[in-house]
């Protein structure tokens, strides 16, 4: 069973970076798409950034410039790195990946780690 474990969450002041890391474990599988959501209190989950196996990204308007997404295929990691963070920033953050196991896609989804970007 595929299983994802998030870090690098925590308290950050405005115009400071943190970087998350996941990393897929678990069973054989091969990943397709990997990708970090946001869900700020009273929002709906959105999607930040998403990265390919191949390399091709995708990140949001409201991030872009300042959240980079990488992967390192060779240990099934992917990263996010957030600079210049914002209080609008706060939220908890989820991995997600999309992946292929057993003849089947899958999608899964890590716990989930809590960004708080305040003076």
């Known amino acids: 069973q595929v299983q994802l474990v998030e870090s690098g969450g925590g308290l950050v002041q405005p115009g400071g970076s943190l970087r998350l890391s996941c990393a897929a474990s678990?069973?054989?599988?091969?990943?397709?798409?990997m990708g970090w959501f946001r869900q700020a209190p009273g929002k709906e989950r959105e999607l930040v950034a998403r990265?390919?196996?191949?390399?091709?990204?995708y990140t949001a308007d409201s991030v872009k410039g300042r959240f980079t997404i990488s992967r390192d295929n060779a240990k099934n990691t992917v990263y996010l790195q957030m600079n210049s963070l914002k209080p609008e920033d706060t939220a908890v953050y989820y991995c997600?990946?999309?992946?292929?196991?057993?003849?089947?896609?899958?999608?899964?989804w890590g716990q989930g780690t809590l960004v708080t970007v305040s003076s």
């Open positions: 990265i390919t196996g191949g390399g091709s990204t």
């Open positions: 678990g069973g054989t599988f091969s990943i397709a798409v």
């Open positions: 997600n990946i999309g992946v292929v196991t057993g003849g089947r896609y899958l999608e899964v």
